[in-house]
């Protein structure tokens, strides 16, 4: 019985791989202002990223 923790797969989470398209809604980019979507519904209570500014804010600075 050696199988490692096999239940998840790839140790992501909240990835992107799959098959299955993800509900999207629209929202605005509260960095750039450009419209785009984004796989979960916008609060309307924090800024919302596109995907060029949330990666730029995620692997930006260090
Ligand atoms: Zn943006």
């Known amino acids: 019985m ?3 923790q096999g239940s998840g797969g790839f140790g992501g989470g909240s990835g992107g791989f799959g098959g299955r398209p993800r509900e999207m809604h ?3 980019c509260g ?3 450009k419209e785009c ?6 609060s309307g209570d924090r800024p919302v990223y596109c995907k060029e500014c949330f990666a730029k804010r995620k692997g930006g600075a260090r």
Do not use: G, I
């Open 2 to 4: 050696s199988f490692q």
């Open 37 to 42: 979507e984004v796989p979960f519904k916008p």
């Open 31 to 33: 960095d750039c202002n």
């Open 26 to 28: 629209k929202a605005t």
